[in-house]
């Protein structure tokens, strides 16, 4: 499939699966997984499903790990790491705030060959808003490619976001307080992609919920790192991680908050 070939994918199982379902869940189609904010919905399980078979189709050779299908069979992730081509899908990134009826979710889905991010894309069907990126070919949101981001030289003028309470509630010399994220990575790495902030800090670092924003920064001169310095690895991923606009500004902040991005 080609690059727009895939966006169609997403945009179209919007319009079909899970736009319907927005701010109109019935009951008994929310789940809880793990905790009480850790939520599933029909319409995650069936876009994954729609999603995971047309790549089948376009690529039966290639690994595919969806968020879903990984919750219920932890051995996939061995395969994935293992894959030489992958996909991973994230269905519908933000469930928390779909369920709430909050416009801050999207659907991702990011592709792989030898463990490296080549294709990703991200599709925000509330905010009409789609991001795509192809490694060494650039940034995109909604067809204008992004231009290369201009972090300021002063750290304490760089714009933070963190969901982890510890990380805005904690004082680190030469930063300036964060904020909260959008709660959603594929609208948190927009933000960070378009320049409306310079650094992002994750606890949790699931390949479906990074891999699409990985390279849709990479492309306009941005880094993800884990709190050692080390790239972002979706295949081994690790807590903590710093997605932030340029290798200067990654390197600042975990220097700063080293005490803080520990397991």
């Known amino acids: 499939m080609d690059t727009d070939a895939v966006l169609d994918l997403l945009r179209q199982t919007a319009i079909d699966v899970i736009t319907p379902r927005f701010r109109a869940l019935a009951e008994g189609e929310v789940f809880t997984k793990t905790h009480p904010g850790d939520l599933v919905t029909v319409a995650d399980r069936e876009s994954e499903e729609v999603i995971t078979t047309a790549l089948r189709r376009a690529y039966p050779d290639a690994m595919i790990l ?18 030489e081509h992958s996909f991973t899908i994230d269905p ?44 060494g070919a650039g940034a995109y949101r909604n067809g204008e490619r992004l231009p290369v981001l201009e972090p300021a030289a002063d750290s304490t003028a760089w714009r933070g976001i963190s969901s982890q309470a510890q990380i805005r509630d904690g004082s680190f010399e030469g930063l300036s307080p964060m904020t909260e994220t959008w709660f959603c990575a594929g609208v948190d790495y927009s933000h960070l992609a378009a320049g409306d902030v310079d650094v992002i800090v994750f606890a949790h670092a699931k390949p479906w919920d ?3 924003g990985m390279l849709l920064i990479s492309e306009v001169g941005g880094v993800l790192q884990a709190g050692d310095g080390s790239t972002y690895n979706p295949a081994a991923p690790r807590p903590w991680l710093v997605g932030a606009a340029s290798p200067t500004v990654a390197e600042g902040v975990r220097a700063r908050m080293a005490g803080a991005l520990v397991a």
């Open 92 to 135: 519908i990134d933000g469930t928390y705030n779909f369920v709430h009826g909050k416009a801050d979710h999207a659907v991702m889905v990011a592709e792989l060959r030898s463990g490296e991010v080549v294709r990703s894309w991200i599709w925000q069907p509330e905010h009409q808003l789609a991001f795509v990126a192809e490694k």
């Open 66 to 83: 969806g968020e879903e299908a990984a919750s219920a069979d932890p051995s996939l992730m061995r395969a994935f790491a293992a894959a």
């Open 210 to 212: 990074h891999a699409p």
